[in-house]
C-alpha cells in the first residue's frame, strides 16, 4: 500500500527566508514517481515539482526544489526567497509505477503562511 | 484547449438524491483521476482509470460510481446521496512522458448534502 505522510499542518516564514515542508512517503514500488501541488485559497491545485525514484538528481523548477532522499524515503519540498503569494496549502503526493501504477495519492499537506 | 473542464460548479442536495459529476479533458491523456477534498484535508482518491474502459477505486470508493465513456469523459455518480459526500471534487488526468510526469486538475465542483 502507498502512504504520504506530511507532519507538519501549518508553517510559517518570513518574507525572503527560504522554507522547507517535509514529506515522507511509503510504498513498495521500486519505480514510483514524486509530486508537490500547491493550493492557494481560491482552490486551484497548481503543479510544481516532479522527482522521479530513478532520477539521481534533484529536480528543481524556479524557486523550487525537492530534497530527495531515496533511502530515507523522504521527498522534502525547498522554497528559497519565499513570496506573500506563496501563502497556500502544499501538497506531496505520489505515482507507484508497478503494481499500482496510475494510482496516485496525496498527503493531507502543509498550511505555509509568509509573514511580511 | 481548455484542459480539464468539470460541470456542474456548485450543487446542493437533499439526502437520497442522485446526481452525476461529469468531467472532461482535451489533452488525449489516458489517466483520469476523481478525488474528494474536505474542508482543511488532503484529496483523497476515489476511482481512477489507466485508459478508456477501465476502472480502478481509490481509496474511498463506497457510495460513489464512475463511468469511462471514452477516452476524453469520466464520470462520478453518487446514487443516493449523503450528508457525509458534502465536499468539493475534483478531476485530473495526467500522462507520463519518460522522466516527467504531471496530473491536471478540473477547477473543482462543490457539492452540499443536506
Known amino acids: 500500500a502507498q502512504k504520504i505522510t506530511q507532519t507538519q499542518p501549518g508553517m510559517f516564514v518570513q518574507e525572503k527566508e527560504a522554507v522547507t515542508l517535509d514529506c515522507t512517503y511509503d510504498?513498495?514500488?521500486?519505480?514510483?514517481?514524486l509530486f508537490w501541488y500547491k493550493q492557494p485559497s481560491s482552490g486551484e491545485m497548481i503543479f510544481l515539482i516532479y522527482?522521479?525514484?530513478?532520477?539521481?538528481q534533484n529536480a528543481t523548477e524556479g524557486r523550487y526544489s525537492l530534497n530527495f532522499q531515496k533511502a530515507r524515503k523522504s521527498a522534502n519540498l525547498v522554497i528559497s526567497a519565499s513570496q506573500l503569494g506563496d501563502s497556500a496549502m502544499y501538497f506531496c503526493?505520489?505515482?507507484?509505477?508497478?503494481?499500482?501504477?496510475?494510482?496516485?495519492?496525496f498527503g493531507p499537506g502543509t498550511s505555509l503562511s509568509v509573514i511580511p | 484547449n481548455a484542459g480539464v473542464t468539470q460541470t456542474p460548479k456548485f450543487q446542493v442536495l437533499k439526502t437520497g438524491q442522485s446526481m452525476t459529476l461529469q468531467c472532461a479533458q482535451d489533452?488525449?491523456?489516458?489517466?483520469m483521476y476523481w478525488y474528494r477534498q474536505d474542508p482543511g484535508m488532503g484529496l483523497r482518491l476515489i476511482y481512477y482509470?489507466?485508459?478508456?474502459?477501465?476502472?480502478d477505486k481509490g481509496e474511498v470508493p463506497n457510495g460513489y460510481n464512475v463511468s469511462r465513456l471514452n477516452k476524453r469523459e469520466f464520470s462520478l455518480r453518487l446514487e443516493s446521496a449523503a450528508p457525509s459526500q458534502t465536499s468539493v471534487y475534483f478531476c485530473?488526468?495526467?500522462?507520463?512522458?519518460?522522466?516527467?510526469?504531471?496530473?491536471?486538475f478540473g477547477p473543482g465542483t462543490r457539492l452540499t448534502v443536506l
Open positions: 510504498t513498495s514500488d521500486q519505480s514510483y514517481g
Open positions: 522527482q522521479g525514484s530513478y532520477d539521481e
Open positions: 489533452m488525449n491523456h489516458n489517466s
Open positions: 482509470s489507466a485508459s478508456e474502459g477501465t476502472t
Open positions: 503526493a505520489m505515482r507507484g509505477l508497478e503494481t499500482s501504477y496510475d494510482k496516485v495519492i
Open positions: 485530473a488526468s495526467s500522462e507520463a512522458y519518460g522522466s516527467t510526469d504531471t496530473q491536471y
